[in-house]
């Protein structure tokens, strides 16, 4: 089992940053992909961006191209998700998954976090 929790959401103006953190614990996540998603208000839940742990490739949807960054940190068994130039479309709640690299499907999946992005 995976445990995902994440943290770093809040209520921000367009233009400006804020950087989400997923930390895991139940395993090393050194055969997974860790990805972020989020689901806006009356939404369906998106991919935003993904990265795979053993080689550090990453993933993104084309409207974050650019403006978000997913990273991790070994030591502390962490993915982060950089957003800068926010935009008011951003807003959502942002979850964090993992799976392993031979599924299909993310299976361990955190709580999420609440951004919201005012105009």
């Known amino acids: 089992q995976v445990q995902l929790v994440e943290s770093g959401g809040g209520l921000v103006q367009a233009g400006d940053s804020l950087r989400l953190s997923c930390a895991a614990s139940g395993r090393t996540l050194d055969r997974y992909r860790v990805g972020w998603f989020r689901q806006a208000p009356g939404k369906e839940r998106d991919f935003v961006a993904a990265?795979?742990?053993?080689?550090?490739?990453?993933l993104y949807t084309g409207s974050v191209k650019g403006r978000f960054t997913i990273s991790n940190d070994n030591a502390k068994n962490t993915v982060y998700l950089q957003m800068n130039s926010l935009k008011p479309e951003d807003t959502a709640i942002y979850f964090c998954?993992?799976?392993?690299?031979?599924?299909?499907?993310?299976?361990?999946w955190g709580q999420g976090t609440q951004v919201t992005v005012s105009s």
């Open positions: 998954a993992a799976r392993l690299i031979t599924r299909i499907d993310y299976n361990f």
């Open positions: 990265l795979d742990w053993n080689d550090g490739s990453t």
